[in-house]
């Protein structure tokens, strides 16, 4: 089965303008969930999808940060102004159960988006 | 507050010689504990957690809950065993609390 897929792999914008990142999860799972790794800290959890609803978005910085999942199949996260605070590594995971815990989660390979 | 610590960013070890990587949480409820690991140019996965007490690629984890540990072992390094390795928390919520990684060599 294919894997959870992120592009671009990398971003590199300017200060100001607007990116979108995507996360295609593993057929089937009805979770989504989107991390960041800032340089040199740990990997922090932004939110959580189930299906097309946002289930937990607790982690999102700031209201610069939208996530979608129409249809409840692929995920966007758009950043809208990029700061340079906002460069790190996006990375997206999927479930087949609600806390996968059976499976554990499926990582995709990551964005890694650079802020200048 | 929940929290990881893994108090080695760089750990190197022998090919041979036992490893072991430290993790610490704070969590005062009942904690789900996971390691992930990372290997060069792949992405990260999920190698062993708390509840299946199973032994992966030859490593082991004990939930200690009285020192708040769960520290990953292996008796033997092996050079495949080089990566990047995520200790992680899970509480009420369905989020993970990632520490800082290690960052293990194997020299050979």
């Known amino acids: 089965e294919a894997g959870v897929t992120q592009f671009p792999s990398h971003s590199v914008i300017e200060k100001g303008q607007t990116v979108t990142l995507r996360c295609d999860p593993i057929?089937?799972?009805?979770?989504l969930y989107w991390y960041r790794r800032v340089m040199g800290k740990e990997i922090k959890f932004l939110l959580h999808?189930?299906?097309?609803?946002?289930?937990?978005e607790s982690g999102m910085p700031n209201n610069r940060f939208l996530a979608e999942r129409t249809g409840g199949t692929y995920s966007t996260l758009k950043v809208q102004p990029a700061e340079l605070e906002d460069s790190g590594v996006y990375f997206c995971?999927?479930?087949?159960?609600?806390?996968?815990?059976?499976?554990?989660?499926?990582f995709g390979s990551g964005t890694r988006l650079t802020v200048v | 507050a929940q929290r990881v610590t893994q108090p080695e960013k760089l750990l190197s070890v022998f090919k041979g010689a036992p490893v072991e990587l430290k993790c610490n949480y704070s969590y005062s409820g009942s904690p789900e504990l996971f390691w992930y690991v990372q290997y060069s140019r792949q992405r990260l996965q999920l190698l062993l957690r708390?509840?299946s007490r199973e032994s992966i690629k030859g490593f082991t984890a004990d939930l200690n809950k009285g020192e708040t540990s769960f520290h990953l072992k292996k008796p033997f390094a092996q050079e495949e065993d080089s990566a990047m390795y995520y200790c992680?928390?899970?509480?009420?919520?369905?989020?993970?609390?990632f520490g800082t990684g290690t960052r293990l060599t194997v020299i050979p």
């Open positions: 995971a999927s479930s087949q159960d609600l806390r996968g815990t059976v499976y554990g989660y499926t």
């Open positions: 999808f189930v299906k097309e609803s946002k289930q937990d």
């Open positions: 057929s089937g799972h009805d979770n």
């Open positions: 708390h509840i």
């Open positions: 992680a928390l899970r509480t009420g919520a369905n989020n993970l609390f």
